[in-house]
């Protein structure tokens, strides 16, 4: 049982340039989460998607987009990158409905340095 | 608002001491979940523990138990004989929600280095 996979794992760009994240949730689940986690500090609520829907959204500027496909799979979409952008992007998946049964699952992050 | 605390940055013991690492909450909710998550180097974040507000009874785990206590709006985490694979970031987090609209709330992580 596949649990939350993200592509790639380490990803280098340059200020300015647009970047794509990919997340596929644990098999069953039907939200993603996406989270940004700086360095030596916890992840920050970026967003999270349910039904090919952005349902709520965390305190990130418009550069910061995203889709959810049919398949509950989903993309993190940045543009005109800064510096500060750089971290480690965590995509975390869920059952709507279900969550007093299983936590938050998270995958292994995509880690972003902006040069 | 809602805010997690972890006032300790790094800790570091010797292999088979006891550690407890500490959290501090805030929250206007009077019910909201509370949560410990370990974060090894390869970076994945491993659910530990959940508990509800309304349920104060502490919780062990073999070598890992809990105290949560409203009074002093306080969750730490004590690891009991600590042994080298126990060496992560931890974080403490809180959420005011558990329906599809959830959202995690996180303290900065405490780094913990358990030496051999």
């Known amino acids: 049982d596949a649990g939350v996979t993200q592509s790639p794992t380490h990803l280098i760009k340059t200020r300015g340039q647009q970047v794509t994240l990919r997340c596929s949730p644990k098999?069953?689940?039907?939200?993603v989460s996406w989270y940004q986690q700086a360095l030596g500090q916890g992840p920050q609520f970026i967003f999270q998607?349910?039904?090919?829907?952005?349902?709520q959204r965390g305190n990130f500027p418009d550069r910061f987009s995203g889709h959810q496909f049919p398949n509950y799979s989903s993309e993190l979409n940045v543009n005109a990158l800064l510096l500060g952008d750089s971290a480690l992007y965590l995509c975390?998946?869920?059952?709507?409905?279900?969550?007093?049964?299983?936590?938050?699952?998270f995958g292994n992050g995509t880690r972003l340095t902006v040069t | 608002a809602q805010k997690v605390t972890q006032a300790q940055t790094e800790i570091s013991v010797v292999e088979k001491e006891d550690v407890t690492l500490d959290c501090v909450y805030e929250?206007?909710?009077?019910?909201?979940?509370l949560f410990w998550y370990k974060q090894p180097p390869s970076g994945e974040l491993v659910f530990l523990i959940r508990?509800?507000?309304?349920d104060e009874q502490n919780e062990i785990s073999g070598r890992y138990s809990w105290n949560f206590q409203k009074s002093t709006s306080s969750f730490n985490f004590t690891i009991t004989a600590s042994q080298v694979v126990d060496s992560a970031v931890y974080f403490c987090?809180?959420?005011?929600?558990?329906?599809?609209?959830?959202?995690?709330?996180w303290g900065a992580g405490t780094k913990l280095i358990i030496k051999p």
């Open positions: 975390a998946s869920f059952t709507a409905g279900q969550l007093n049964n299983s936590p938050l699952h």
């Open positions: 098999s069953g689940h039907d939200t």
């Open positions: 998607y349910y039904e090919e829907e952005e349902r």
């Open positions: 929250t206007r909710d009077t019910t909201y979940y």
């Open positions: 508990r509800n507000s309304f």
């Open positions: 987090a809180l959420s005011e929600r558990m329906d599809s609209n959830y959202q995690l709330i």
